[in-house]
């Protein structure tokens, strides 16, 4: 069964101060992805990655960054947390070995994040 | 510009009924596309998805959905719905074959009565 595992679950930071949100996968996917999801928009693309080492801009990139240390891991940061990051974020993995569109993605539970 | 809606942001029905959750996508081509369930406290998962062929699609759980060229649409379809359905549905698409670079719709809570 394909995991993905987010960190912290939950967190509260001030307005200014550096957040960064950790996912692991033991999926060996290449691919890996960071979603936020708020009322009234679905959810949006922040950044996405193909392999350790890359990153590519998504949807929303504005204000966030990340990193790809490893196949397994790949973070989320926030260098100036600003209330409008108030959200819940969602990382997932995914494989297109199955030939293009055909990937599935494999979510996390998600980290709420508080933005004071 | 791609885009999804899903015209209905809850529904409910009674357990034992039938469901359709409707889909409409925005794009000049035939899209990916995919309906994902988020159950409570949880991350999405993946019920179906479509690109050609036969336009019914079978999915997990008994859900199906049809693809509709003519009308854009991909609407979720579930022939006898449980309590445990309930949650919240998201139509989504891909254009791009990049794959996980979806464009999500906002979603339909689905409550199911006992």
């Known amino acids: 069964e394909a995991a993905v595992t987010q960190s912290p679950r939950n967190k509260v930071a001030v307005t200014g101060g550096k957040v960064t949100l950790s996912c692991n996968q033991t999926?060996?996917?290449?691919?890996m992805y960071w979603y936020r999801q708020d009322t009234g928009h679905g959810l949006r693309l922040i950044h996405y990655s193909y392999g350790a080492g890359s990153t590519e801009k998504g949807d929303i990139p504005d204000g966030y960054k990340a990193s790809r240390p490893s196949q397994e891991n790949f973070s989320l940061i926030l260098e100036l947390a600003t209330p409008s990051q108030t959200s819940v974020y969602f990382c997932?993995?995914?494989?297109?070995?199955?030939?293009?569109?055909?990937?599935?993605?494999?979510f996390g539970s998600g980290t709420r994040l508080t933005v004071l | 510009a791609q885009s999804v809606t899903q015209p209905d942001a809850r529904v409910t029905v009674s357990e034992g009924a039938s469901l359709q959750l409707r889909c409409k996508y925005s794009?000049?081509?035939?899209?990916?596309l995919f309906w994902y369930v988020q159950y409570p406290r949880q991350g999405l998962q993946l019920l179906l998805k479509y690109y050609s062929g036969d336009p019914v699609v079978q999915g997990v759980n008994s859900f199906e959905a049809e693809f509709s060229k003519s009308n854009s649409s991909f609407h979720l379809q579930k022939a006898s719905v449980h309590w445990s359905d309930s949650a919240v549905y998201f139509c989504?698409?891909?254009?791009?074959?990049?794959?996980?670079?979806?464009?999500f719709g906002l979603g339909t809570t689905l409550q199911v009565q006992p």
């Open positions: 794009y000049s081509a035939t899209p990916y």
């Open positions: 999926n060996n996917h290449n691919n």
């Open positions: 989504a698409l891909t254009v791009t074959g990049n794959t996980g670079k979806l464009i």
């Open positions: 997932a993995s995914g494989d297109a070995r199955g030939g293009a569109g055909a990937e599935t993605l494999y």
